[in-house]
Structure formats: structure tokens, C-alpha cells
T-cell receptor, first 115, second 113 residues
Framework: DGGITQSPKYLFRKEGQNVTLSCEQNLNHDAMYWYRQDPGQGLRLIYYSQIVNDFQKGDIAEGYSVSREKKESFPLTVTSAQKNPTAFYLC??????????????FGDGTRLSIL | AQSVTQLGSHVSVSEGALVLLRCNYSSSVPPYLFWYVQYPNQGLQLLLKYTSAATLVKGINGFEAEFKKSETSFHLTKPSAHMSDAAEYFCAVRTNNNNDMRFGAGTRLTVKP
């Protein structure tokens, strides 16, 4: 079955530590996205990538970094500069095309907490 | 820039009652509109989408939504609520000159027996 796999499901970060969240998709989608979800705030866009080796900052990119070396993979690193990283992180992908009317497909998320 | 507003962060209905979740959008160009559902500790699942073909859109699990341009609305309805409908629902908008999607803050639906 095609889909998006996020790992791990739960992750704990120590002070001053960088952690990386994995996102892999086998849908052959060009575009991939990272969202942060906090209670009552919906989804906020962290980074997105429309094509391999290219990515753009979203609304809340500070304290995060990404890479897109392969079409299937879009890992997110939460750096020590992100002072409030506790949240639910969702990865998504969609068929590329400016003006695409196609929906985004989501993984099952990673819940990150501070130790 | 496009945006959506979901009226009511919490909605409670009795089992068998009508479900109505409200979504209003703001966009200077024709929008594409989506409703997603999220169960606890899971990702978002697409319920339905409006892409300008028909104003009344039918989705999965008996849900439907009507696009009303004059009211800039895309409310989600279901004639008869089931206990399994309890979840959080998100409205989202995308336009043909932008590749990202904007989500509303979500509405948590509770279904009482």
C-alpha cells in the first residue's frame, strides 16, 4: 500500500539536543511538507519542498531544519534553538503542480516531548 | 493570502442528530477547499474536497459539504451522527497560485449516546 511513514511515533529530547524526525513516502509525490500541531491552533507550516534538493521556509521555520536529498524522504531536525519543541509533528505529501487541486496525504505523526 | 475560519472549537451532538461544522474562507481567487478528519494520535484523513466541479460535494462516512460563494462558506454536514464520528475536523484552503495549504484551527466533535 502506498502511504507516508513517520518515525518514531514518540520522541523525547533532552536540553541542548538536536533530534531528527523521519518522513518517508512511496506515493511518488513531488511535494512534501512538515506541520506542527498544538492544541487549539490547528496546523502550522514549518517547511515544504516542491522538488528534490529544494525547500522553502513556512510560517514557523525558526529552530528547525530540513533536507530533501531523495524524492521519498524529507527528514525534519528540531534543533536546540527551538525552545518550545513539545508538539505533534505531521508530515504530508502531495502531487506537485502550481495550482494543483490535489489534497495532501498525511502520515500518522510524531509526538515530541522534552525530558 | 487565503485563510479559513472554523466557527466553534467544540461541537457536541447526540447520536442520530444532524452534524453541522462551519467553515468560512477568505481568498481573492477561486479556492480549492478540503475537509479532513483526525482521530486521536493519528494523522489527517481526507473527507472530501471542492475543486469547482460541483458545489455539493459528497465525501466518505456519509459527510457532505456545500460550497457557497456568496457566503464564502464550505460547511460540513452529516444527517445522522454516529459515535464513531467523534474526532477533530479541519477545513483547509488552497488556491491555484499557491502551493501550500492553509488549515483552520479545527473543531472537535463530541457525540453523546
Amino acid at each position: 500500500d502506498g502511504g507516508i511513514t513517520q518515525s518514531p511515533k514518540y520522541l523525547f529530547r533532552k536540553e541542548g539536543q538536536n533530534v531528527t524526525l523521519s518522513c518517508e513516502q512511496n506515493l511518488n509525490h513531488d511535494a512534501m511538507y512538515w506541520y506542527r500541531q498544538d492544541p487549539g491552533q490547528g496546523l502550522r507550516l514549518i517547511y515544504y519542498s516542491q522538488i528534490v534538493n529544494d525547500f522553502q521556509k513556512g510560517d514557523i521555520a525558526e529552530g528547525y531544519s530540513v533536507s530533501r536529498e531523495k524524492k521519498e524522504s524529507f527528514p525534519l531536525t528540531v534543533t536546540s534553538a527551538q525552545k518550545n519543541p513539545t508538539a505533534f509533528y505531521l508530515c504530508a505529501s502531495s502531487i506537485q503542480g502550481l495550482g494543483s487541486n490535489q489534497p495532501q496525504h498525511f502520515g500518522d505523526g510524531t509526538r515530541l516531548s522534552i525530558l | 493570502a487565503q485563510s479559513v475560519t472554523q466557527l466553534g472549537s467544540h461541537v457536541s451532538v447526540s447520536e442520530g442528530a444532524l452534524v453541522l461544522l462551519r467553515c468560512n474562507y477568505s481568498s481573492s481567487v477561486p479556492p480549492y477547499l478540503f475537509w479532513y478528519v483526525q482521530y486521536p494520535n493519528q494523522g489527517l484523513q481526507l473527507l472530501l474536497k471542492y475543486t469547482s466541479a460541483a458545489t455539493l460535494v459528497k465525501g466518505i462516512n456519509g459527510f457532505e459539504a456545500e460550497f457557497k460563494k456568496s457566503e464564502t462558506s464550505f460547511h460540513l454536514t452529516k444527517p445522522s451522527a454516529h459515535m464513531s464520528d467523534a474526532a477533530e475536523y479541519f477545513c483547509a484552503v488552497r488556491t491555484n497560485n499557491n502551493n501550500d495549504m492553509r488549515f483552520g484551527a479545527g473543531t472537535r466533535l463530541t457525540v453523546k449516546p
